[in-house]
C-alpha cells in the first residue's frame, strides 16, 4: 500500500492494468474502480505510470475519505478473477504518528 495525501493505493501487480477492477470496503458494496477517476483529480492523486498500456502502473488509488475506519478492502483486478484483500491493520496508527512527528499531509508513506 502507499499513502498520499487523500489516497491510498493498493498494488496489483507491476503489469497489472487496474481499468477494470472493482473493489469492496469491509465487504460493502462492490465499486467500480474507474468511477472514483473524477474524485482522484480533483484530489489531485497522481495515478500516473510511464507505461500507456497500464496507465496507472498497476496500482489501483482509493479516495482516503471513503475508507472511514474500514479494516480490509477487497480488490477484484477484472471480471472473473480471484479477489485480493488488503488489510488495513496498523495503517491508521501509523498514519497518525507520521503527523504527531511531523509529517505534513503532504508526506507520503508505504507498508
Known amino acids: 500500500m502507499r499513502y498520499v495525501e487523500g489516497a491510498i493505493g493498493f ?11 472493482w473493489y469492496g470496503i469491509d465487504n460493502g458494496e462492490p465499486r467500480r474502480w474507474r468511477d472514483q477517476l473524477p474524485e482522484l483529480a480533483r484530489l489531485r492523486v497522481n495515478i500516473n505510470d510511464r507505461d500507456m498500456d497500464r496507465p496507472t502502473g498497476g ?5 482516503i475519505d471513503q475508507l472511514g475506519d474500514a479494516k480490509v478492502v477487497t480488490i477484484q ?35
Do not use: N
Open 59 to 63: 496500482m489501483l488509488w482509493v479516495p
Open 11 to 21: 498494488q496489483l501487480g507491476r503489469r497489472g492494468d487496474v481499468l477494470q477492477s
Open 77 to 111: 483486478r477484472r471480471p472473473g478473477s480471484k479477489p485480493r484483500q488488503f488489510s488495513l491493520d496498523g495503517f491508521w496508527r501509523l498514519h497518525d504518528y507520521a503527523i504527531t512527528q511531523g509529517c505534513t499531509p503532504e508526506s507520503r508513506f508505504f507498508r
